[in-house]
């Protein structure tokens, strides 16, 4: 079956340094998501990308999709304390269900 | 609009218990979905709907039952609950399946199995 993998697991950064997440498909993807998560919260979702090779950016956040449609990324610049939480990708084939990453727990210290 | 509320927010079960946990969205969106969160290992589809009275199994459906009678309410059941279902569930709702509108989750139900 499909799966979403994301690495790295956790990340602990110093407010100021940039933070990046990877997600990797082992079948070609649809479009993909991000999500973020706050601690004690629920996910809420930050953006999509459909195009093969598409980059948007968010402010200090840049998403990524590759060229094959199998892989994303998620680049935060300069991070702040505002920016803990889990962040996770999410993706699927036409047709199926949402399939989501194990996500990425980052942690920035003042 | 209240988006996807989900009831109760926490709750307490024996094993072997039964119970339902509900989820209800006012956005009239066709796709909804149960999804469980345990540490380290992100969110997993339990079943989902692409509208009522269709529904389909996810990544991890067993020990769980769902309906969708309406396009608005879609309820997840306990049949026996076991300790390993100890976990943060969480109710999600979309337009669509295809998986390009954003999906959007209710606060969560925090259930544990004693």
């Known amino acids: 079956g499909q799966q979403v993998m994301q690495i790295p697991q956790y990340q602990h950064v110093q407010e100021g340094e940039d933070f990046t997440t990877y997600c990797n498909s082992s079948t070609t993807l649809s479009n993909i998501q991000w999500y973020k998560q706050r601690p004690g919260g629920h996910p809420v979702f930050l953006i999509q990308?459909?195009?093969?090779?598409e980059v948007k950016k968010q402010k200090r956040l840049t998403f990524q999709f590759g060229e094959a449609k199998k892989n994303s990324s998620l680049h935060i610049t300069a991070t702040q304390t505002t920016d803990v939480g889990t962040y996770f990708c999410a993706g699927n084939q036409a047709g199926t269900a949402l399939i989501f990453g194990k996500g990425t727990t980052l942690s920035v210290s003042s | 609009n209240a988006g996807v509320t989900q009831t109760p927010k926490f709750q307490v079960l024996k094993t072997g218990q039964s119970m339902t946990l509900q989820c209800a969205q006012d956005?009239?969106?066709?796709?909804m979905s149960w999804y469980r969160q345990d540490p380290g290992m992100g969110l997993r589809l339990i079943h989902y709907s692409v509208g009522a009275g269709i529904t389909d199994q996810g990544e991890v459906p067993n020990g769980y039952n769902v309906s969708r009678s309406t396009t608005e309410d879609f309820p997840l059941r306990l049949l026996s609950a076991a300790p390993s279902q100890t976990s943060v569930y969480f109710c999600?709702?979309?337009?669509?399946?295809?998986?390009?509108?954003?999906?959007?989750f209710g606060d969560g139900t925090r259930l544990s199995i004693l």
């Open positions: 999600a709702s979309s337009y669509s399946i295809r998986g390009d509108q954003p999906q959007h």
């Open positions: 956005m009239n969106h066709e796709y």
């Open positions: 990308l459909v195009k093969s090779g």
